[in-house]
């Protein structure tokens, strides 16, 4: 599958803004599935200056400043990407979950060593006794990593309803957990703070779903927008993904990103400004199939 992807973000001010300064996650990421053929940024006012940078989990940020005054801010990311399918092998399902923890301190490898940091709390995603009994009714004793993972997720999007007024990007897990409704973000982060709590490592990926389905199919919560969903490392086969918005595991119809611990580490745009007051923001994302 190739993509042609926009995603637009509009900032409009109450008054002016003399002085912004922003960083914009907004490149997809190169991966063996993931081919970023395409990728250009266009802000508006045009910045005094633009910076690129690599950060710490190998995404790249945009780094710039508008220095003219402005109540209107437009940031706009063109990219394409080609996509391939990743089917889940059959070595996967022979490693119970217990193995899995149990091999994870053990695993010296570069992946291994990677992966190890994401079995622990993040600043926005704590570990909870009762996270991890939630997660155990999925992940019985013996049972694959897979199984449990596959279920697991099925249960949140069971559990979970997805409602965008009861939320916001500083709601708390513990009350995602105790409302039993949120967004892909906050789906992704309970999902993530389960497995934690069972000391499997997992990692917040965003990216973006396809926005017109195939014929026949449901459209999928979280088109039109940026979306999130979880990746879970498995010792000796690498990392799996999961959607628990829409129950699924992501194929060609998702694009990744960025990934990081949680949100906090790949929120596709933030900055300070100077001025400004009360502001308006629209987020609009449009991903095209322009090949098959």
Known sequence: MIYKII???TSHYRHPVSVGMHVACLRPRALPTQQLTACELEIKPG???????????GNLHYFFTVQEPHRELVVEARSQVRIEAVPIGPSLNAISWEDAVQL?????????????QFAFESPRIKLRPEF???ALQS??????LVEGLLDLTARIHRDFRFDRKVTNVRT??????????????????FQIACLRSLHLPARYVSGYLRT???????????ADASHAWVSVYCPGAGWIDLDPTNNLVPSTG???LAWGRDYGDVSPLYGVIQGGGNHILNVAVDIEEIES
């Open 172 to 189: 708390t897990v513990d009350e995602v957990f105790q409302k039993r409704r949120g967004v892909c973000q906050d789906f992704a982060h």
């Open 132 to 134: 991890a009994e939630y």
């Open 212 to 222: 017109h389905p195939p014929p026949g199919q449901p459209r999928l919560i979280g």
């Open 254 to 256: 998702h694009v990744t």
């Open 7 to 9: 995603h637009r973000t």
């Open 104 to 116: 994870l301190p053990n695993d010296r490898g570069a992946a291994g060593l990677e992966a190890y």
């Open 139 to 144: 992940f019985t004793p013996h049972s694959s």
């Open 47 to 57: 910045p005094a200056s633009v910076t690129e940078r690599i950060d710490y989990f």
